[in-house]
């Protein structure tokens, strides 16, 4: 029996996370947000999730529901309201949903802003001048990653699906493959390091296999958390690069 290969992600923050990061993407007016086209790239973010049968929080699938229900409300005819000021003070369906991403949003710039803070008074010291080996080491690898989100990432997984045409189901036979998330993080880390001028993201799946598609992203991440590899993009839905912190 094929059983799912199932796995949570703790990089994604959230559906109100995604949301924002698709209105900064495309640069939506978060005062005037085309439903449509917000809830069509919501959902193609879903489906991509769901190929690799990443374990989906609810709070997506409610929020998926959300915006299909508000794109819904927004495509049925305004009625003939022979009261003018009843039709001024008609409810915009989009004015709940847009109320909580500004208010994410604020606390989401203020949470960035402490964060800065909390990284300038890290090097802030009080005793007086001492060499410290580890430290300068450690600084040395901590490079500044790409402007690039788990988003980016995620979307470029689905971009290269649409490409190599990996239609479900992915693998052609149904076997058990054991990768060890350790194995493929070297993997990964010696293929980017070869590439001295970067590795084209794609270029890291190289079998359409859903086992291996998930480890390789989960492996990924993990080197991008131990900063190990970043990654980085030119401009919005440009080709994704990965490179080594070595670099």
């Known amino acids: 029996m094929n059983q799912a290969y199932q ?15 698709l209105i900064n993407k495309f640069e939506i007016d978060i005062y005037d947000i085309p439903m449509a086209e917000l809830t069509k790239q919501y959902l ?3 489906h991509t999730m769901k190929r690799l049968e990443l374990n989906i929080a609810s709070e997506y699938l409610v929020m998926a529901s959300t915006l299909v229900a508000i794109k ?8 003939d309201l022979a009261d003018e000021e009843a039709e001024e003070y008609q409810e915009d369906p989009r004015e709940e949903l847009m109320g909580r991403l500004i208010e994410y949003r604020k606390y989401k710039e203020a949470a ?6 909390e990284e300038k008074a890290n ?5 007086s001048p001492t060499v410290f080996k580890e430290l300068h080491q450690k600084q040395k690898n901590t490079m500044v990653p790409g402007e ?3 988003y980016d990432m ?8 649409e490409r190599k045409k990996w239609n479900e189901p992915l693998d052609t036979k149904v ?21 001295k001028k970067g590795i084209a993201f794609d270029q890291l799946f190289p079998y359409p296999s859903r086992t291996h598609i998930v480890i390789t992203f989960i492996a990924l991440l993990e080197l991008m958390k131990d900063r190990e590899v970043y990654c980085k993009q030119e401009h919005h839905f440009d080709t994704l690069y990965v490179f080594s912190m070595e670099e």
């Not at 949570?8 to 559906?15: I, R, V, Y």
């Not at 960035?112 to 803070?117: E, H």
């Not at 076997?175 to 060890?180: G, L, M």
């Open 7 to 21: 796995v949570k992600l703790d990089a994604f923050e959230g559906p109100l996370d995604l949301l924002l990061h």
């Open 44 to 46: 193609d973010y879903i």
């Open 72 to 79: 819904s409300q927004m495509l049925l005819p305004k009625q």
């Open 112 to 117: 960035s802003k402490l964060k800065a803070r």
């Open 123 to 127: 090097q802030i010291f009080t005793r």
């Open 148 to 150: 690039v989100s788990v």
């Open 154 to 161: 995620l979307n470029a997984l689905g971009k290269m699906f």
């Open 175 to 195: 076997s058990r493959t054991e990768i060890p998330i350790e194995q493929r993080m070297t993997d990964v880390l010696k293929m980017v390091r070869k590439a």
